[in-house]
């Protein structure tokens, strides 16, 4: 393309004069193709969020766990009555009659209180260990804990109790 710089009019024509006011052409080449390469676009992802944990576990742990808790109380209260010869009924102040209540009581409780403490331990550790920041995940492990070591000490008794009554100690 031509354009005059006399008039600034632009022709197409190759002559060396402008067609306009005949001054002469300065030549003015064909601009270049100017080629676009694209930047490449990196998809930098979203960080993932974990999950928030559920706070219905660790509520059912804290449950669990008291409810082991509570046994344990239970049996060790009722251990407590066997062991100073408080019976419940007339004829269980005998040394026999003590052993097999004792045996019972502590069993029965001792029985009920370790699993359901356990499980309300795990559930505990386990809301825990999901990053639950609930109060009621600590409180099923701690309730737990305490209720498992009643349950054994519960059916602990219940065994000396039953080689008592069995073996006659």
């Given at each position: 393309?031509y ?6 009019k632009a022709?197409a024509?190759?002559a060396?004069?402008?067609d306009?006011?005949g ?8 601009p270049?193709?100017q ?15 974990p999950?928030?944990?559920s ?24 251990l407590?009555f066997?062991l100073i010869?408080?019976?419940v009924a007339?004829g ?6 003590i052993?097999?209540?004792?045996f019972?009581?502590?069993f029965a ?14 559930l505990?550790?386990s ?5 639950c920041t ?8 701690t309730?737990?804990?305490i209720g498992t070591?009643?349950g ?9 109790f039953l080689?008592?009554f069995?073996?006659?100690l």
């Open positions: 393309m354009v005059c710089t006399n008039c600034g022709t024509n190759p060396n004069f402008c306009v006011c001054a002469p052409l300065a030549v003015q080449p064909d270049q193709p080629y676009y390469q694209p930047q490449p676009q990196y998809y930098q992802p979203k960080p993932v969020e999950p928030m944990p706070k219905g576990k660790s509520i059912a742990g804290m449950a669990i766990g008291i409810a082991g808790f509570v046994y344990g109380v239970l049996g060790m209260l009722f407590f066997v010869g408080l019976g007339e269980y102040r005998a040394e026999e009659g052993s097999l209540m004792g019972g009581y502590c409780f001792g029985i009920e209180s370790l699993p359901l403490s356990i499980v309300g331990m795990c505990g550790n809301s825990i260990n999901d990053g609930l109060r009621t995940a600590s409180l099923a492990k309730f737990g804990k070591i009643f054994s000490i519960l059916l602990g008794f219940a065994f000396i080689a008592i069995a073996g006659g």
